[in-house]
């Protein structure tokens, strides 16, 4: 699993950005933004993250933030 592959290498941005991408199927969307904030903070230029961080936003609402 994703998780365990981050409690070995917690620096895997792809490790981060995947699980997120399934807590964003599950509808877990404040597991999904966390993840894909972690890919950010790993790599600021991974578009990917930010795209799929602002449409989870959008889906909570969250306009102003989900364009940050």
């Known amino acids: 699993t994703y998780s365990l592959a ?3 290498n917690s620096d895997c941005k792809y490790a981060y950005y995947n699980r997120g ?3 964003r199927c599950l509808d877990e969307y404040v597991k999904a933004i966390a993840d894909y ?3 950010v903070l790993l790599d600021s ?6 795209i799929n ?3 989870v936003k ?3 609402n969250l ?6």
Not at 45 to 50: F, I, K, L, S, V
Not at 63 to 68: F, H, L, N, R, S
Request: charged share 15%.
């Open 45 to 50: 230029h991974y578009a990917p993250a930010y």
């Open 6 to 8: 981050l409690s070995i």
């Open 37 to 39: 904030t972690s890919v």
């Open 63 to 68: 306009y102003e933030a989900a364009v940050k």
């Open 53 to 55: 961080r602002g449409a």
């Open 21 to 23: 991408l399934v807590y």
């Open 58 to 60: 959008m889906k909570l």
